[in-house]
């Protein structure tokens, strides 16, 4: 019996550079992590001195795989990377695949986050699957009949910025009322912070000592789990804007299934029961057609570098073509 | 040299049922249309009707297409016609074919007419394109590396149904403030008489001979054409509401061209300077991207029934399966 095919993956955010020895049924044999050196080519030096020592020992490494957030086109350049600044035009994949001398695939992390979770996590085997990570902003995967979404250059499933609101907060990326800034992690963090401003959470300023500033998200889920009913409000107004956004992208795509990932899904059903209840009132046609689960992911914060190592993997195996 | 290859297209709408001989290059050989019998099973045989009298004479017949407005899944079976009343998870694909002994496809018919922009029309080799058509409300069909999307069910692509404003109007299925209730070409002329009711559209009053209830797109375009402010600025507010699903619609799928199809475009750039001012000014990345050419459509009102016949032609042949 042969033994599994080994990648390396690596995830690039604005604080480290994250490298993990990931084997084909996405185990994670080792990790290695070093802080992020700023721009390229320090970067490069860095990712690669984090494979080196991940190699080091391995009989044999098939690939590379590079998740990171940002605009990645097809060929593995980036194009622009919120994170880290300075990261314009840099080609990372032909860059990387020259100092390693290994097949390598750059993507954006929200999809490999995706891959990781129809390879190995709550969507596996599903072929046609969204998956929302809901953090400091929204990150999106759309994979259908198996394959990535890339689009026409690689920039496809930005889900999080369609506009669900033209007099709504300002999103990160400088429109109004874009999904991301409604229903993003921060999003929940700021209507607290707004409603206990407005005297409207009692609960919840009582929890931050009265300072409306420190109120984010953790406040409200342990404010709703005992029951709060300020809290419980807030839970339900943010689940519905999780919902309108959900139900826009299941009329688009139409999914058998949505996976949810971010802290919020460790709060069980708090959040993702009225979510439920929220997209099933909403989307079209409910009472003609099968409605997608919504169900939590499960790969959590390795998600984007097994993501990445998987598809690094079945990349040069010549499957998982992306679309 | 063999002939053409040759098959039936048949749009099935609500007054009638329109057929078509097409061959394999989109040329329309011969048309046939009878008025709509009402319900399944009377439909049925009003379509074989209308395709035996166009296969008459044609030495081989290879393959009939249909294309529907409504909720059509991956075995061709109608869940819902919003248009034909009784039409409710009739399973057409496989009735028809079996009264004509045909290999026989069924999709929806927005997805027909993109089909018929990809292969001959606007978007002719484009492998990432969405066609929307602007009418009664908002079709759209969505071609991703040359399939088309139909999701896991077969309802993808139902993109005029995406919320964009919370307090909008409401939308014919019932939602508020979707894409399809403020961009249609119907919300056009919802809009012209809003604004004429309200003393802002003089020149769309004296147009209607000072009758709010006949005020339509047309009027806003003849008047927009003869340089009437009032109109000119109805123009630019719909344009804008065009753009930001369409912004929407390019950072979710990432296409290389948009083609609209509808009576709007047959004003030149009337409408389509607006909407690409609009759109260049609001999706995401611009200036870290390409960004999709925005273009009218060009195969007109046949669109449905020739996509539907070149779809039929091609899955015959094995090729263009849905995605």
Redesign the interface.
């Known amino acids: 019996m042969s033994s599994p095919r080994i990648a390396v993956g690596v995830d690039i955010g604005g604080t480290k550079v994250l490298g993990a020895l990931v084997d084909e049924t996405g185990a994670v044999l080792r990790e290695h992590r070093v802080l992020s050196p700023g721009p390229w080519p320090d970067m490069r030096d860095a990712i690669v001195g984090v494979i080196n020592e991940l190699r080091t020992g391995v009989p044999e490494l098939h690939a590379v795989g590079v998740g990171a957030a940002g605009?990645v086109d097809l060929d593995g350049v980036i194009?622009?990377a919120p994170n880290v600044p300075g990261f314009?035009?840099v080609p990372v994949r032909a860059s990387l695949a020259e100092a390693t001398g290994l097949p390598t695939t750059v993507d954006n992390d929200a999809n490999t986050a995706a891959y990781a979770e129809i390879r190995v996590g709550a969507a596996r085997g599903v072929?046609?699957a969204i998956v929302i990570t809901l953090g400091t902003g929204i990150g999106g995967g759309?994979i259908?009949?198996g394959r990535v979404?890339?689009?026409?250059?690689?920039?496809?499933?930005?889900?999080g910025?369609?506009?669900?609101?033209?007099v709504g907060p300002m999103c990160a990326?400088g429109?109004l009322g874009h999904w991301e800034a409604m229903a993003s992690g921060n999003a929940l963090g700021r209507m607290a912070r707004e409603a206990a401003a407005a005297g409207e959470a009692p609960s919840l300023l009582e929890r931050a000592h009265g300072k409306v500033d420190v109120i984010d998200g953790h406040h409200v889920s342990a404010a709703a789990h005992a029951g709060a009913a300020d809290a419980l409000a807030l839970v339900d107004h943010y689940a519905f804007n999780v919902a309108?956004?959900l139900?826009?992208?299941a009329?688009?795509?139409?999914?058998?299934l949505i996976a949810i990932a971010g802290g919020l899904v460790n709060d069980g059903d708090l959040f993702l029961e009225p979510m439920r209840r929220h997209f099933l009132g909403?989307i079209?046609?409910a009472q003609?057609?099968?409605t997608?689960e919504i169900i939590p992911a499960e790969m959590g914060e390795r998600a984007g570098v097994i993501g990445a190592a998987l598809l690094a993997l079945d990349r040069a195996n010549d499957a998982a073509a992306p679309?």
Not at 161 to 166: C, R
């Open positions: 605009m194009h622009y314009r035009r072929r046609d759309v259908l009949g979404l890339r689009g026409a250059n690689g920039f496809a499933a930005e889900v910025h369609f506009q669900i609101d033209p990326c429109e309108i956004g139900v826009g992208l009329n688009i795509f139409d999914p058998s909403h079209e046609g003609y057609r099968p997608p679309l």
